[in-house]
């Protein structure tokens, strides 16, 4: 596989890892936990915000398993997704007001 084509690959994977996330309402549980206000300050909240981040999942799982590939195989795509979805927890998620999530990208963009 050359190079151009790996980039290409790992966008297209990364949608799907999105997708799957939407898909899985881990953002209405993420404002339910939190009675849809903002962590920080408690105005309504607007989004959620990942304090573990999908990329960094997708890396660690990587990492731990250096045996899967997920473009070899449709089967090791979604056992490498199903993976990523394990860390997806509703840990990883704070619902915030949209000024607290500024705030919070204006640290750490
Ligand atoms: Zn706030
Ligand atoms: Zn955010």
């Known amino acids: 596989m050359t190079h151009t084509q790996g980039a290409a690959d790992s966008k297209k994977f990364y949608r799907s890892l999105r997708d799957k ?5 881990w953002k209405a549980q993420v404002f339910a936990r939190d009675k849809n206000k903002c962590c920080r300050c408690s105005k309504p909240a607007h989004v959620v915000h990942h304090v573990y981040h999908l990329a960094q999942m997708r890396d660690d ?7 899967l590939d ?31 999530h500024k705030a919070e990208h204006y640290d750490d963009p």
């Open 61 to 67: 799982v990587f990492r731990e398993n250096r045996q």
């Open 70 to 100: 997920p473009y070899r195989s449709r089967r090791e795509l979604i056992r490498f997704l199903n993976l990523v979805i394990e860390k997806h927890t509703l840990d990883v998620g704070e619902s915030l007001c949209s000024s607290c």
């Open 21 to 25: 996330v939407d898909r899985s309402g």
